[in-house]
């Protein structure tokens, strides 16, 4: 057992909620009809939210799993989760010790962060040419 | 200072853009940011430059820097050593002795006016020798290496106000770091130990925006410290409808019901481990089955049984600092001259806790 996540623990205790379930809920609906109608992409943060033990995997279980699933390997594993409401990603950081960092809810069409960058696309076209030239 | 930004040292290890972008995201949920700074904040470390961190450790237990060592947010090995040039740590450096007191020395020559100063415990004022490092009363060294420091942070609560070594009778007397710093920008980290996640969160802070965020009137950060325990407690609810534990073994304790009855300070305490929890969000004392003790409000040893509701009078003390705080006047203020007129008697006064202090029927029956 390497982490404390390996404890396996399981929560039966309904009774136990904060009350933040359904306003989560509202603030996604809301924020799927702005990115409608003007695009506007919304993050929530998970964290910054208390939650009651079991709570947030209620949430997770709500929002269910889409059609995509996207992992980035940058300082630590990344995974992009699309749900079952398209357009809604459950985003969970993790550090190179595969701790949890971050969780986010996103609504956009696609997270920014998966697209390639500006910076990276020029830096391996650099390396694409001192490649071939070596070869030649 | 380093000549090198952040941005630069992350490039050279090989780091994407991507890696930039999650690493930043991480800080700013590590920040208590809402997530649509992320931008500003990926501006500001492209330029953020690595300052020089003098840290010394008074009268404490080593717990702020255990806590600090444990947070796994990025990562404690990323926080110092990309972020921060840790010049001098008495229990973390390899250095001992003289080679150890010139790199606090050549750290404050080389960054005159720009080094940060974080301190950990309290400092004793009725005989400096009760605590010297290298033969050097904490006093003086605190005063030596703040004279030229950009800023000051006070981490933990014996640092910010006094915490364990200032609990009546105060026998070393032992005094906060705010009260013998006044000028400079001073940020009070209080808890015993502080959420290792809001040290190195205002740390990122002060390192990405070059600036303190913005404090309450004990000097805390308000993004961590703004809302009492109780509000944001998920057992909140079951205040709010009067149900409570009324022993630690009872149906209502089995039920996760509030625990105020059992002398939580949750309503009292301003922190945020409702939120940002212990051990990698694994949990917190309420989560735990115990109430909150109020660690990070000043004097928080003299402030009665941890086992009393709030409700309950627990001598002159908690009294003169619930009038206090009715007043608006800072409870440290109060503490201070309650320290002074009832330092004799206060030893007559602390009553340990027995088991009888785990309910309130049995509470309630002494008293009555």
């Known amino acids: 057992m390497q982490h404390l996540s390996d404890i396996k623990i399981a929560v039966d205790n309904p009774s136990l909620e904060t009350g933040n379930l359904p306003g ?57 989760q699309e749900t079952r409401y398209s357009g809604v990603w459950l985003i969970s950081h993790y550090n190179e010790a595969e701790e949890l960092i971050g969780k986010i809810i996103e609504i956009s069409y696609l997270p920014d ?20 030239s070596q070869d030649s | ?28 949920s590590l920040m208590a940011l809402p997530p649509s700074m992320m931008p500003a904040v990926a501006a500001a470390l492209e330029t953020a430059r690595r300052p020089s961190v003098i840290w010394l450790s008074f009268q404490e237990c080593t717990g702020c820097t255990e806590s600090l060592t444990r947070s796994h947010s990025p990562t404690i090995e990323g926080l110092i050593f990309n972020h921060i040039s840790l010049d001098y740590h008495h229990t973390l450096q390899a250095a001992s002795g003289t080679a150890a007191e010139q790199a606090r020395e050549q750290a404050m020559h080389d960054n005159k006016g720009k080094y940060l100063v974080i301190v950990d415990g309290s400092i ?31 981490v933990g609560t014996c640092a910010a106000y006094g915490g364990l070594p200032h609990a009546s009778p105060n026998p070393t007397g032992a005094v906060s770091v705010g009260e013998l710093v006044k000028d400079k920008p001073l940020i009070n980290i209080p808890g015993c130990p502080p959420v290792p996640t809001v040290i190195s969160g205002v740390l990122a802070h002060y390192l990405t925006f070059g600036s303190i965020p913005e404090l309450d009137e004990l000097g ?33 304790a089995r039920k996760g019901w509030c625990l105020y009855r059992l002398g939580c300070k949750g309503p009292m305490t301003y922190n945020a481990c409702a939120t940002l929890k212990w051990n990698q969000q694994t949990s917190w004392p309420v989560e735990s089955g115990h109430g909150c003790l109020g660690c990070s409000e000043p004097d928080f040893w003299d ?8 409700s309950i009078p627990d001598g002159d003390y908690a009294k003169a600092a619930g009038y206090a705080v009715a007043a608006g006047v800072a409870v440290g203020a109060v503490a201070g001259v309650m320290n002074r007129s009832t330092k004799a008697s206060a030893v007559s006064q602390h009553s340990p806790v027995s088991v009888d202090d785990f309910s309130v029927n049995k509470n309630n029956n002494q008293e009555g």
């Not at chain 1, 962060?113 to 071939?132: H, P, Y």
């Not at chain 2, 004022?125 to 009760?130: A, H, K, V």
């Not at chain 2, 402030?303 to 709030?310: I, Q, V």
Request: net charge neutral; proline share 2%.
């Open chain 1, 24 to 80: 989560i809920l509202s603030e996604i609906e809301q924020a799927l009809e702005e990115l409608l109608n003007s695009k506007q992409v919304h993050r929530i943060d998970l964290r910054a939210m208390p939650w009651s033990a079991g709570e947030e995997h209620k949430l997770e279980q709500m929002l269910g799993r889409g059609e995509v699933t996207i992992e980035l390997n940058a300082l630590g594993k990344s995974i992009f």
């Open chain 1, 113 to 132: 962060m998966v697209f390639a960058q500006q910076e990276d696309i020029s830096r391996g076209l650099e390396r694409l040419k001192t490649q071939r």
């Open chain 2, 1 to 28: 200072m380093s000549k090198q930004s952040l941005l630069d040292m992350l490039q050279q290890q090989g780091i994407t853009r991507r890696g930039f972008l999650k690493y930043c995201s991480a800080l700013t």
């Open chain 2, 124 to 154: 004793p004022l009725d005989n400096p020798g009760f605590s010297t490092i290298a033969g050097i009363s904490n006093v003086d060294m605190l005063r030596e290496t703040v004279a030229n420091a950009h800023a000051v942070i006070a």
């Open chain 2, 220 to 252: 805390r950060p308000k993004v961590f410290y703004g809302q009492s325990i109780h509000d944001r407690c998920y057992r909140r609810s079951f205040y709010d409808k009067g149900k409570f534990a009324m022993s630690f073994d009872d149906e209502g």
């Open chain 2, 303 to 310: 402030a009665g049984s941890f086992y009393r509701a709030l």
